[in-house]
């Protein structure tokens, strides 16, 4: 059974920072693409990071600069450093495994407020 669980969402004031943390369980971790995606209320999921299973790294636009990504394939585990957080930031962050197939997992919620 394929599990993704994210960890280290929770309230920070704007300038602050967290760690995502994704643990994965069920699939040969290192041959996975791994994503973080972001959903905020009322809108679309966006693709907010990427690392490719050789350890290339993407970002979009709106994080470049802020947002690091990160893989420990001896911990099957995926990391999204969050630094300098703005309140737009404020979504439920999920990651997702893909390659042959696609996985889920069940999301954290990230509050970026005073």
């Known amino acids: 059974q394929v599990q993704l669980v994210e960890s280290g969402g929770g309230l920070v004031q704007p300038g602050g920072s967290l760690r995502l943390s994704c643990a994965a369980s069920g699939i040969i971790f290192r041959i996975y693409n791994m994503r973080w995606h972001r959903q905020a209320p009322g809108e679309q999921r966006e693709l907010v990071a990427s690392v490719t299973s050789a350890g290339t790294t993407n970002y979009a636009d709106s994080v470049k600069g802020r947002f690091t990504i990160s893989r420990d394939n001896a911990k099957n585990t995926v990391y999204l450093q969050m630094n300098t957080l703005k309140p737009e930031d404020t979504a439920v962050y999920y990651c997702?495994?893909?390659?042959?197939?696609?996985?889920w997992g069940q999301g954290t919620q990230v509050t970026v407020s005073s």
């Open positions: 997702s495994a893909y390659s042959v197939d696609l996985y």
